[in-house]
């Protein structure tokens, strides 16, 4: 069974800081990873969607990489802003259904 | 881009009534909806996937009676959730897969009186 786990859990930093999250999956025979954002009381922004071919994706101040065989990927937030407080999860395809499975969220808050 | 319609945003009700919780794709055919629940500072467990046209399949300890799902059209699934009681009180999100991969509606805070 594939589990998804996420460090820190929380995490708080004064705006302006570069930081890292982190998601480890116990099964590496994923298809893809996705990374979550979500707001307090909302649905979830897709973020980044890494392919198993690829180590790494890039979408503005936002970097994730992904290795497999160690059952790892990073989220790297630049330069990090009051606006990017929320939660932030990642997830990985499971079964022939696709379903996803969650990792346990970090939440995260910028301070000014 | 890719839109997932869910309605109602919020709903309170009595113990021992029905809600139903709509999820729309807008913009494309959603040929596999799920359905997550969410409970505060959690994250999200799936209780079940509905493809268009058949039956859903639904996570184990998710009770199928209490918790129905119908995907009559590649673009609507719904969820009710019967006879509510206050543990039924959580906050559910459904999710759509086309080509542009997953999209998620904006979720339904439920609380049951």
């Known amino acids: 069974k594939q589990e998804v786990t996420q460090i820190p859990a929380a995490l708080s930093v004064p705006e302006g800081e570069n930081l890292v999250l982190n998601c480890s999956f116990t099964?590496?025979?994923?298809?893809?990873l996705q990374w979550f954002r979500q707001d307090p009381g909302k649905g979830l922004t897709s973020l980044l969607l890494?392919?198993?071919?690829?180590r790494e994706q890039t979408s503005g101040r936002l970097n994730a990489s992904l290795d497999k065989s160690s059952g790892r990927s990073t989220l790297y937030i630049a330069a990090s802003q009051p606006g990017d407080s929320a939660t932030y999860l990642c997830a990985v395809p499971t079964g022939t259904a696709s379903k996803l499975t969650f990792g346990t969220g970090t939440r995260l808050q910028v301070t000014l | 881009g890719a839109v997932v319609s869910q309605h109602p945003s919020w709903v309170i009700c009595k113990s021992g009534t029905s809600v139903k919780i709509e999820c729309r794709s807008l913009?494309?055919?959603?040929?596999?909806m799920f359905w997550y629940r969410q409970f505060p500072k959690q994250s999200l467990m799936l209780m079940a996937t509905s493809n268009e046209g058949s039956k859903a399949t639904y996570e184990q300890g998710v009770e199928k009676d209490k918790f129905l799902i119908n995907h009559a059209s590649l673009t609507l699934s719904t969820l009710t959730v019967t006879s509510a009681h206050p543990e039924d009180s959580s906050f559910y999100i459904c999710?759509?897969?086309?080509?542009?991969?997953?999209?998620f509606g904006s979720g339904t805070r439920l609380t049951v009186v």
């Open positions: 890494i392919q198993s071919s690829q």
């Open positions: 099964d590496s025979a994923i298809y893809n």
């Open positions: 999710s759509a897969t086309g080509a542009q991969g997953y999209t």
């Open positions: 913009d494309f055919q959603a040929t596999t």
